[in-house]
């Protein structure tokens, strides 16, 4: 199965800056990659799929860019709101799996 | 809007069974495969099974396979997953999932439903 690694475990920062996640493939993944958020208590919600295409709705501060094995989700602007546990997942194939999360924090 | 909510979760003993259920609505059912995803207490998500549109073809994860069933009635908008032998490792929140397509390995999990919680425990 595809191994999906994410760096780092946690990264703090502050409001209004920029936060930089990044996400590993173990193989390549073309770009089949979606990133989700998750906030304590509540479902994963959908923000990127495709590496870089938005899910209905995401504000623009929200991007995706990469290929292969190598991705990154970049929220610029960071609100109040923006701080939870993000996921990636590929979905090249079956197994689908995910990263183990990365909790962004205010510094 | 697409809901999806999430019942049949509780308590089993290991080596018991359970069967979960997942109602569908605001969009065309028939139309999209469907995914159960897990996420054990503290921490990460786990893929656990996909079925496709028509409920004709299915895939597992391998820490499920052969003990877990996953199911669909159309006709009620209802997705299922049969659990059984269950195992300590098992204990986790079940989300119900749907994809964005009708069953293909490059689509994506686009809804999610709110998470029914399964303990395995004696």
Redesign the interface.
């Known amino acids: 199965e595809i191994v999906m690694t994410q760096s780092p475990a946690t990264l703090s920062v502050s409001l209004g800056e920029r936060a930089t996640l990044s996400c590993r493939a173990s193989q390549s993944i073309s770009s089949n990659l979606a990133w989700f958020q998750q906030k304590p208590g509540q479902a994963p919600r959908l923000l990127i799929h495709g590496a870089s295409t938005r899910a209905t709705g995401l504000p623009a501060r929200f991007s995706g860019s990469g290929s292969g094995t190598e991705f990154t989700l970049t929220i610029s602007g960071l609100q109040s709101e923006d701080f939870a546990v993000y996921f990636c997942q590929q979905h090249d194939d079956w197994p689908r799996t995910f990263g183990q999360g990365t909790k962004l924090e205010i510094k | 809007e697409v809901q999806l909510l999430e019942s049949g979760g509780g308590l089993a003993q290991p080596g018991g069974s359970l069967r979960l259920s997942c109602a569908a609505s605001g969009f065309s059912f028939k139309n999209f495969a469907m995914?159960w995803v897990r996420q054990a207490p503290g921490k990460?998500?786990?893929?656990v099974s996909?079925i496709s549109g028509g409920g004709a073809a299915s895939?597992?994860?391998?820490s499920v396979k052969g003990r877990f069933t996953i199911s669909r009635d159309n006709s009620k908008n209802m997705l299922y997953l049969q659990m059984d032998s269950l195992r300590a490792e098992d204990t986790a929140i079940y989300?119900c999932a749907k994809e964005?397509s009708y069953y293909s390995?490059?689509?994506?999990?686009?809804?999610?439903?709110?998470?029914v919680q399964v303990t395995v425990s004696s």
């Open positions: 995914t990460g998500l786990e893929w996909i895939s597992y994860g391998d989300y964005a390995r490059s689509a994506f999990i686009d809804s999610w439903g709110q998470g």
